[in-house]
């Protein structure tokens, strides 16, 4: 999967990127929290403002997207304009690749969590009682737009939930994104770093699109991270659970991988650094969170595929049991 994305350090070159390469939006939907940017303005068209959080990720907010596409009269040879975050996108994504069987659709991420994860890949879908994205679509969108200057609106907290999926990349793909990011003392990342971290997801989705192996090792942190959202019913976020996530399985990577110590506390360091926790306590039994994980997409019967490291930058997929994994939860 080669990178075709279009970046921009500006607005105006995002603005100018999306008048050139697609002039025709039949509809274009932007996340409610973004309309002081007046989008409507910006693009000359009209505009549908939404608001879907991870606790209202769900049917009834696809359906919502659905019926905004009936009432606008789009057909398969229309094109949605998707603009906002990760969760915005997973749902919109979802709708329009149901929609009639499906239609284009483009993606423009504002948070620094859906530039380099959540709008690659070609990953959709929307949350149910069992679970995170557990009903969902593998379609990639016509084409996306990373712009820089969209990450200046951001609030301090979801910019670093963006943080720990940039610093995860580093993790299992790059030493120098871990270094950088571990040892920088300003947390903010320029847009070559967002390149580099968008570019360790694409190789390995360009493996495995489908996740039957090697895509895999991009859900590394969130076996336990997605367990911390649902028992928190998502009032701790996405960032903040991967955080916790990574942690967990980096205990477990020591015990079974024999991964060193130092790794560990250089993680811990860059968690205090940007006033992260890193432990949870659950406040669901262990019953609760047997059953969780068993409806996680990688199990099977009463084990699960999970990420551990030998090293940073050296990812291994191994199967744990369900009593494995919960010893270092319960720990």
């Known amino acids: ?16 990127d999306l008048n050139q390469t697609n002039n025709n939006h039949d509809l274009v939907i932007v996340d409610s929290n973004l309309e002081f940017y007046n989008f409507e303005k910006l693009l000359n068209t009209d505009v549908l403002y939404i608001d879907i959080s991870e606790s209202t990720k769900n049917l ?20 949605l304009l ?34 380099v994860d959540a709008a690659h890949g070609g990953k959709n ?8 994205n557990q009903i969902g679509t593998f379609t990639e969108p016509k084409s996306i737009f990373v712009c820089h200057e969209l990450l200046d609106s951001l609030s301090e907290k979801d910019y670093k939930d963006g943080l720990i999926e940039l610093i995860k990349h580093g993790l299992i793909g790059s030493s120098e994104i871990y270094e950088q990011l571990s ?11 967002i390149k580099k971290g968008i570019k360790i997801k694409l190789d390995i989705v360009s493996e495995d699109f489908t996740e039957l192996n090697k895509r895999k090792l991009l859900n590394f942190g969130h076996t336990i991270g997605h367990l911390i959202e649902k028992d928190s019913e998502f009032k701790v976020s996405h960032g903040e659970a991967v955080a916790i996530g990574i942690y967990y399985e980096l205990l477990l990577s020591k015990k079974h991988m024999g991964l ?4 560990i506390n250089s993680y811990l360091k860059y968690l205090e ?19 969780a994980l068993k409806n996680d ?14 090293g940073i930058s050296m990812p291994n997929i191994i199967n744990l049991s369900f009593d494995e994994l919960f010893e270092v939860i319960d720990y």
């Open 1 to 16: 999967m080669t990178d075709s994305n279009k970046y921009s350090e500006t607005l105006e070159e995002l603005l100018n």
């Open 60 to 79: 009834v907010s696809v359906e919502r997207v659905w019926n905004a596409l009936f009432e606008h009269n789009l057909n398969r040879l229309s094109n």
């Open 82 to 115: 998707i603009i906002g975050g990760g969760v915005l996108l997973d749902v919109c994504a979802f709708a329009a690749s149901t929609y009639k069987r499906g239609i284009s659709f483009c993606l423009v991420p504002t948070t620094l969590l859906a530039m």
């Open 125 to 132: 879908g929307f949350n149910n009682d069992y679970g995170k």
């Open 183 to 193: 040892l920088g003392s300003e947390y903010k990342v320029s847009l070559d770093t």
């Open 260 to 263: 060193p110590q130092e790794v």
């Open 273 to 291: 650094k940007i006033d992260y926790s890193y432990t949870y306590k659950f406040s669901k039994g262990k019953d609760s969170i047997m059953e």
């Open 297 to 310: 997409k990688k199990s099977l019967i009463d084990n699960v595929d999970i990420v551990l490291l030998s």
